[in-house]
């Protein structure tokens, strides 16, 4: 029972699935607290995740898989900005919008490139990134306490411990740097900003970069390591869920690492529960599958705590107002 | 002469639409190119495959007739100053309306029982999107949100639902059994069933049109869109609905209560995606079957821009969009190079240019036209 929920293996798999989670959590953290609404993040990672399959299926080779994709996210990640800085078109309408568009072409394009119905042929070990040891952990997996732990934390692929480092980098560069000070101004006040004689398409677009490269990372681990191919819409609703998650965490970056890892588990124990019986009883696993969704409605009613986005988010900027 | 920046009224009305649609065909015509194919061929296999024959038509008219309501029901929360994305949901959940009271008042003689079905449908379509909006009104969550989190809760819940309750015992297949059955022989109609145009030519006229879905339900969507346009333009409560949608301060000042509205707007707008059961459970497959909807909510969300949340130019989006889908599936048969997902790319553009970025031609445009008249 407590190795059913609590085990080396769950644990693990939470940490596997918190990834992609995580990296689209901090896309949406930067893009919103730069006043930037962003329902595509969905579209991005799909699309990352399609030229990281496409990319690594080609050439053989996960570092330019990765490369690929976080171009071809930011290109996605430039439009929305184009739409919603430059023409101060509605964002979420834009984020539908990229959303379709990612769907639509990663099918397209891949059924031209590999014949395959939309997917891309497996990938062998050199093109994807694999579980790695860290160092010295391997020596004490066999340790009784110890060792289950050494298990949870090693045998990762690198993106994720590059993942995990993010999120202190996104803390402290939006708490302790005169950029981030200055990316939450524009997402709060934009107007007082402005009147400092800081560009607020300037920073937005930074953002909206930034928010465009995580994505592409969070898809090519979704597709070179979480998996071994691109299946289509193999991301499966994850960038909703980091809406979800940067919600229960008040759009801060700690707090968003506590709420993937939240979403991660019980997207893990989703998984193991299946036709699991205890006793007689069966817990159906679609009531796991939604309640992060419904955490979130319960969260936003403010049933329990309150979440406030921040205030200038979703509306354009324009000077004369 | 108005304003310089804005434009006439016509202009307003078709040509940004056109021009946008134009912008995001050719683009979707370089995609053509770029998968190695020739787009002016495809666009002609999609015209040919939609409206050159009457198995085409058929198609084409089934797919509008769900346009038309997931639309209408984009259209009637925008004009409430609200983006619901949740028709998926809620026309998914509707289907467990139909098929619920299909199923359990199946004894009931279907002049009875299809209304009641169709009365079932609305209601759990507008109880879906109801509580968006009153978590909206109520408690301050945004909508936006509140509707994804609504069609992932409803796709989990179906699953659990269509699976655990509504799955005949000993059947793999992960859905409903049959809510009814025609005998066009005997003219034996029983359930919830609506009978297929074919059904209903061959068992009156003894005709044999070609094998579609169309059913009277289109006919439904097309008295519901004149609906629509009667309650918004012509009753009091559309009119609130109007007004707290373009100026709520005013609204109130006016003594309209927001809140109520957000509410009525929102449960009207499920109740319509709901209706999208009537012709997918009720009218074409005839049993509630896994993730039934296929994106149609979302389709609403680029024919109510595209239709600029006006009744009749829902429907003529959605007509377009039957077009594109009937033509993109025979297009993925004649060319198999070009899979059936080239629709969703158009739509995305659609809604790209049409929603995000109509801004763009407008400056240019009333240059242009300016300086004709000057």
Known sequence: ?321 | MSARGELPGWADVALIPALNLIVALLVSGVVVLIIGENPLEAMWIMLKGAVGSIKGWGYLLYYATNFIFTGLAVAVAFHAGLFNIGGEGQAYFAGLGATVVGLSFEFLPWPLLIPLAILASALFGAFWGFVPGYLQAKRGSHIVITTIMFNFIASSLMVYIINYWLRPVGKMAVESRAIGSFDFQTFDLTGAYIPSFRELTLAIFGYRLPSTPLNPSFFLALAVAWGVWYFLWRTKLGYEVRAVGANTDAAIYAGIRPQKIIMVAMAISGGLAGLLAVNEVMGAQHRLVLEYVQGAGFVGIAVALMGRSHPVGIVLAALLFGLLYQGGTELSFAKPEINRDMIVVIQGLVILFMGALEQTFRPWLSALLFKAED
């Open chain 1, 1 to 321: 029972m407590l190795e059913l929920f609590l085990g080396a293996e769950t644990l693990s798999s939470t940490i596997r699935l918190s990834v992609p989670l995580i990296l689209a959590c901090l896309a949406g953290l930067w893009s919103e607290r730069s006043g930037i609404v962003d329902i595509g993040l969905e579209g991005k990672m799909l699309i990352g995740a399609f030229a990281a399959a496409s990319t690594a299926a080609f050439y053989g080779n996960a570092w330019l898989a990765l490369l690929v994709a976080i171009v071809v996210s930011l290109a996605f990640a430039l439009v929305h900005g184009y739409a919603a800085i430059n023409q101060k078109g509605n964002q979420v309408v834009s984020g539908v919008a990229i959303n379709m568009l990612a769907a639509g072409l990663a099918v397209v394009l891949g059924n031209e490139w590999f014949r395959e119905g939309g997917r891309t042929p497996p990938l062998p070990e050199p093109a994807r990134f694999m579980p790695i040891d860290l160092p010295g952990f391997s020596a004490l997996y066999d340790v009784p306490v110890l060792g289950a732990l050494a298990r949870i934390v090693s045998g990762h692929s690198l993106l994720t411990y590059i993942t995990i480092a993010l999120v202190p980098l996104t803390a402290w560069a939006l708490a302790r740097t005169r950029f981030g000070l200055r990316l939450r101004a524009v997402g709060e006040n934009p107007h007082a900003v402005d009147t400092a004689g800081i560009s607020v398409a300037r920073l937005r677009y930074q953002a909206v970069i930034i928010a465009g490269v995580l994505c592409g990372i969070a898809g090519t681990y979704i597709a070179t390591s979480l998996s071994a191919s691109f299946v289509r819409d193999m991301t499966a609703g994850r960038g909703f869920m980091a809406l979800a998650a940067l919600i229960f965490a008040n759009w801060r970056a700690w707090p968003a690492l506590w709420a993937c890892l939240l979403f991660g588990y019980l997207q893990a124990m989703g998984t193991r529960l299946q036709g699991v019986k205890f006793g007689t009883f069966e817990i159906p696993v679609q009531f796991i599958n939604m309640l992060p969704y419904v955490m979130t409605v319960v969260l936003l009613a403010g049933f329990i705590g309150k979440s406030i986005p921040p205030k200038a988010s979703g509306i354009p900027y324009s000077k004369d107002r």
